[in-house]
């Protein structure tokens, strides 16, 4: 893959990734200013789920993000499309379908 595709890539999967994060805070947002409003009780529990369940996805987001900066940087260094562990050429079918991918997928499947 040459370097424009993959910087195009790698910066698409960001902009999307930021996205997901900005509406996963406005949706935190928004359920805690509902949970300040009069009318029903609701149950204190599923609060808590809500909220241990956005950390969740928040925390994945902010690990993927963390993934296309890594990749980002092997771009930058020349080494962007080989196997961080074996230096094996990650087909650019795989880069497509995952820009950050890091590893190839036999090694991904490696336990």
Known sequence: ?????AAALLQAEEVRVRALLADLDDAGLDDREGANEQGDMADPAESLISEGEEEAVAAALR????????????????TYGRSVRSGEVIPDERLQADPAAELTVDEALEP
């Open 1 to 5: 893959m040459d370097d424009t595709t």
């Open 63 to 78: 690990e993927r993000l963390a993934a296309l900066e890594r990749a980002t940087q092997r771009l930058r260094d020349g």
